[in-house]
């Protein structure tokens, strides 16, 4: 089981426990803001399973129906993430306004606030993990997971504020008020990663730090050709692509340019690992003297 596949099943794990924290908080006080913290956890178990599924079938090698890979899966676990993180804030709305038409005193709010505090406490814990090993693996799935986590870890925050304020003033209007205000910012932070999985499905171009290394190792290790032109990236899961033209003299062998390749392809590798490289070799009436300046 590779190490995204063993962070993904951790997820699951650490879900159930929040889910069952937050679910007995909520039992211990009937607040409605615990009730909708405890809602938006049936949500992180669900979008758990699916980043599961989405890594397990991301890591399958290329085949005859899939020859670019199947990296894609994890954007669409991503864009369901986002998508239920949506679905989240709406039925904490729904809690809420059923509490401002009839707001109610709480029962055991220290204790309640307490066992919900533990939940957050593990939720923040497992967030930065999934945001930190996922950003080091290049999972979309992981990062998206963590992110959502971190929506929650808001959320048990904005919740217990909201009801402290209700305890200290009386005002239990306040409870669902703060489960409101916090499923708004929830809907910001689902939209926010349903845009940027999106992205990936798009085929959009890797980011310019990236974009740069890739043109200075082809730039410092193509010596021996004209130059290099049309360069195209995308990033799909944790594989990134790249496509260019490279121009080579017309009296050059197929030997000598096919070593240009190799030594630029390895260079692009090293810069950037898990990159796959697609190199067009064109003879030198097909310059466009634009691009990238191959150094000598």
Request: with cysteine; aromatic share 8%.
């Amino acid at each position: 089981m590779s190490a995204t596949l063993k962070i993904a099943a951790g997820s699951l794990l650490v879900g159930f426990m929040v889910l069952g924290l937050k679910g007995l908080a909520w039992w211990m006080t009937g607040s409605v803001a615990l009730l909708s913290d405890a809602l938006e956890s049936t949500v992180n178990l669900a979008t758990a399973f699916a980043a599961l599924v989405a890594i397990h079938v991301a890591a399958r090698p290329a085949d005859a129906n899939h020859p670019f890979g199947h990296h894609k899966a994890e954007f669409f676990s991503a864009v369901l993430e986002g998508v239920m993180i949506i679905v989240a804030a709406l039925f904490i709305l729904r809690a809420a306004y059923g509490g401002f038409l009839n707001p109610q005193a709480l029962d055991a709010p220290i204790e309640g606030l307490f066992v919900n505090g533990v939940a957050t406490a593990l939720n923040g814990v497992w967030a930065w993990v999934l945001v930190r090993q996922g950003r080091r693996l290049k999972s979309p799935a992981l990062v998206a997971d963590g992110r959502h986590l971190w929506t929650d870890v808001f959320t048990s925050g904005g919740v217990a504020i909201g009801v402290l304020l209700a305890l200290a003033t009386g005002w239990w209007v306040l409870d669902p008020m703060m489960a409101a205000l916090v499923a708004v910012n929830i809907l910001w932070s689902g939209s926010r990663v349903v845009k940027e999985s999106l992205s990936g499905l798009m085929d959009e171009a890797v980011p310019e730090e990236t974009l740069s290394r890739i043109r200075d190792a082809i730039s410092t290790e193509a010596g021996g050709a004209v130059e290099a032109h049309d360069l195209r990236t995308r990033h799909a899961g944790s594989a990134t692509f790249v496509e260019f033209h490279l121009v080579v003299h017309g009296d050059m062998t197929v030997f000598d340019a096919h070593e240009i390749c190799d030594r630029v392809e390895a260079a692009i590798r090293k810069a950037v690992p898990d990159t796959r490289v697609t190199i067009h070799v064109e003879p030198e009436h097909k310059s466009k003297h634009t691009g990238i300046i191959v150094l000598d």
